[in-house]
């Protein structure tokens, strides 16, 4: 199993940040893409992935995700490519839809309908992927026009990854363009613009299966991840989100770091190559690496 850690602080320097998590023995660093959610601001993300790759030599780096409602898919691709040769074949490029509503209309820009919201996903990755292995793309789509002549350098392309599985329509029109798919079983918790605990707390380990075997059912090979929202802790807010979480998948992810190492270990034995650890308290990083490292 190979574990992500996410960075989403910014009062760190990213690569000070990248630097420890790289002799703590981590195997990815990642940067997630948004401007601030409910619970927080963020980095920027190609500053910060770029500042982590800089500074370590070993670890691979990827983006967690960029957020398709804030990037056109050829800056995405050019700023992917660049970050390939910086982190010297390092870098994987993970793409997401976006979600975060909040963020988006603040910011002055339109949130689309969950229709529309799919089909420019659906598009872009597409773009992306001809992007990174020929350089050029025309495409003409119903949410993007697109003739990019050169852009490079080009190499060997970086891994293009994804960040959820999504509807029928996104797993059956996504998923051959992809190098590994990233499972967010917590998705239905995000679906109104912001997490909502108790939706969380609602998703069934039957969930997490079904979403493994619509993808499997596409591509049988491909490699498997998991974003992972958690918390490992003993402390007062880590026990209360522990019983938000009840019975249901996501308790395995709240408690104790022992029991939140069990639950990534139960991860591995539903074919989960790969686990994201998105933790509400950046502690619970410390805590985890004896027990998963």
Known sequence: MEYVVNLMDVTVKPGEWARQREDEGWHVLSVADHFYTDHRPFPHVWVAATAVASATTRVKVTTSFVNNLLRSPVEVAQAALLLHKVSSGRFELGLGA???????????????????????????????RSLLTEGTCLFRGNYYQIDTKNLG????PPPLLIGSVGGPRTVREVTPFLDRVEIKASSASTRGGKLDLEILADVTESHLSSMIEKVRNIRPDIELGMFVLCNA???DSTKSLETKMGD??????????EKVADGLGWLAEQGISRAQLSPFDDASLDRLAPLLL
């Open 248 to 257: 249901n998948l996501y308790s395995r992810f709240f408690g104790s770091p």
């Open 233 to 235: 802790g003993t402390d």
């Open 153 to 156: 350098p080009l190499g060997d």
């Open 98 to 128: 976006g979600w975060a509503e909040g963020e988006i209309t603040d910011a002055g820009m339109e949130y689309p309908v969950p229709r529309d919201r799919a089909g420019m996903y659906v598009e872009a990755i597409q773009i992306v």
